[in-house]
Antibody
Framework: EVHLVESGGGLVQPGGSLRLSCAGS????????MNWVRQAPGKGLEWVSY????????YYADSVKGRFTISRDNAQNSLFLQLNSLRVDDTAIYYC???????????????WGQGTLVTVSS | SYELTQPPSVSVSPGQTARITCSGD??????AYWYQQKSGQAPVLVIY???KRPSGIPGRFSGSSSGTMATLTLSGAQVDDEADYYC???????????FGGGTKLTVL
């Protein structure tokens, strides 16, 4: 069974940094593209970042480009998001999500973790 | 930046058909995906590649796409279908993914 478990959230002051982790299990982690998605309190979903299976292709939302860094360690079945220069409006639940795809079909973000809460406040 | 536009809310009575739309300029070239999110829970994929339904998703959920608009249809909506629904797609270059603003479905 596929499982994604995020960790690393917490309270941080504006301008601070945080590193989020996502542990994957139940599937061949290196074969799947991964994404981070966030949701501010009471707001909608916002796509944050994408990384290919080998880690060579990376995309960011404009709102986080230059401040956040996505990475992965396939040997450890782990996905990361380094959050720097945090702002109050980065406060959100951060979800990691697997992108299921093969040569013929893209299943979209087919499995999600339960999320980790990041609160940016002084 | 690229945007997907959804109505903020849709209301139907139980057993009626609910339709939630999603408009975006790149939808003629890019697939739409639909997610259901119930309060306090992670999103769940209900439609992929415009029209396909993942295993375990009830048959009353269907999707379609024409031109710049994708549509999620719930035929015979149930009270248990009350949730926020989000469309998801990519811009024309494929390097920016985006969610629609979400639609709150009320069934009562």
């Amino acid at each position: 069974e596929v499982h994604l478990v995020e960790s690393g959230g917490g309270l941080v002051q504006p301008g601070g940094s945080l590193r989020l982790s996502c542990a994957g299990s139940g599937f061949t982690f290196s074969s799947y593209e991964m994404n981070w998605v966030r949701q501010a309190p009471g707001k909608g979903l916002e796509w944050v970042s994408y990384i290919s299976g080998a880690g060579y292709t990376i995309y960011y939302a404009d709102s986080v480009k230059g401040r956040f860094t996505i990475s992965r360690d396939n040997a450890q079945n782990s996905l990361f998001l380094q959050l720097n220069s945090l702002r109050v409006d980065d406060t959100a639940i951060y979800y990691c999500a697997r992108e299921g795809a093969n040569d013929y079909t893209n299943y979209g973000l087919d499995y999600w973790g339960q999320g980790t809460l990041v609160t940016v406040s002084s | 930046s690229y945007e997907l536009t959804q109505p903020p809310s849709v209301s139907v009575s139980p057993g009626q058909t609910a339709r939630i739309t999603c408009s975006g300029d790149a939808l003629p070239k890019k697939y739409a995906y639909w997610y259901q999110q119930k309060s306090g829970q992670a999103p769940v994929l209900v439609i992929y590649e415009d029209t396909k339904r993942p295993s375990g998703i009830p048959g009353r959920f269907s999707g379609s796409s024409s031109g710049t608009m994708a549509t999620l249809t719930l035929s015979g909506a149930q009270v248990d279908d009350e949730a926020d629904y989000y469309c998801y797609s990519a811009d024309a270059n494929g390097d920016h993914r985006v969610f629609g603003g979400g639609t709150k479905l009320t069934v009562l």
